[in-house]
Structure formats: C-alpha cells, structure tokens
C-alpha cells in the first residue's frame, strides 16, 4: 500500500497554506471550472471556424451560396446552444457582422489579405471584451 504525506510547502507569491494533497484538489477544481468557463469562447471559436450555417440563417453573413440551408455541421448546434444558453449571441454576433480583425488574429478564420493585422473597428474590442468576461 503507497501512502503519501501532505506537506505545506510555499508558493512562488507566498505561502497558500494547502497541503500537496489539497493543492491537487484544489488544481483539479480550477480545472473543472475552467473548461466549463470557457463556452463562451470556445463555442463562439467553433461558430465561426465551421462556418456554421445558423450564422447565414441569422442573417449574420450575407448568404450568396445557399450556406444557411445546408444540413446541420456536427458541433455547431452545440456551439449555438451555448451561446444562447449564456447570452453571449450579440457578441458574437457583432463580431461577425463587423467581420472584427480578432477572428483572423485568433485564427478563428483563414487570412489570406492580413485582415487580422487592421486597426481596431469600433465596437470590437468591445465586444471581444464581453465574450472573454463571459468566459470567466
């Protein structure tokens, strides 16, 4: 049988006063909260990278092709569903519509004329800000 003792040990800042065992514990629970945190982004990611027919349906994107009628892409009613779930939508919504240079910076969509490397447009950080806070 392994046993394992639990120490106090000190931080880079200052003693936490958290056993090894503890601290583990406390690590995995930061996890847990992070990946679930993260819808906001990550759904949104996921939105605009598989060009998710909901976007043209919502009248996002200018649908020239025919894309908002196209069976549903596996993973983006989820992305969707989240989005909705945690009123993130107008956010990513005006990111799209603006077609904001951080979707190209995030590598969120391909960029082949150095959109990501524009000024700020009004209104974007703004809305990237929100997005990023809703992830928290």
Same mark, same amino acid.
């Given at each position: 049988?392994?046993?394992?003792?639990?120490?106090?040990?000190?931080?880079?800042?200052?003693?936490?006063?958290?056993?090894?065992?503890?601290?583990?514990?406390y690590n995995h629970s930061?996890?847990?909260?992070?990946?679930?945190?993260?819808?906001?982004?990550?759904?949104?990611?996921?939105?605009?990278?598989?060009?998710?027919?909901?976007?043209?349906?919502?009248?996002?994107?200018?649908?020239?092709?025919?894309?908002?009628?196209?069976?549903?892409?596996?993973?983006?009613?989820?992305?969707?569903?989240?989005?909705?779930?945690?009123?993130?939508? $107008?956010?990513?919504?005006?990111?799209?519509?603006?077609?904001?240079?951080?979707?190209?910076?995030?590598?969120?969509?391909? $960029?082949?004329?150095?959109?990501?490397?524009?000024?700020?447009?009004?209104?974007?950080?703004?809305?990237?800000?929100?997005l990023i806070k809703l992830?928290?």
């Amino acid at each position: 049988m392994v046993t394992s003792v639990a120490t106090p040990f000190l931080s880079a800042s200052a003693n936490t006063g958290r056993s090894n065992t503890n601290l583990g514990l406390y690590n995995h629970s930061k996890t847990l909260i992070a990946q679930t945190n993260e819808k906001a982004i990550v759904s949104a990611e996921k939105l605009v990278k598989l060009d998710c027919p909901i976007m043209y349906r919502q009248g996002w994107l200018r649908d020239t092709q025919g894309r908002g009628k196209q069976d549903v892409v596996t993973g983006c009613p989820d992305a969707w569903n989240n989005l909705v779930k945690i009123g993130a939508t $107008d956010h990513v919504k005006f990111l799209v519509e603006k077609d904001c240079p951080i979707i190209y910076r995030q590598g969120w969509r391909q $960029d082949p004329n150095g959109r990501g490397n524009a000024p700020i447009v009004e209104g974007c950080l703004e809305a990237w800000n929100a997005l990023i806070k809703l992830s928290r």
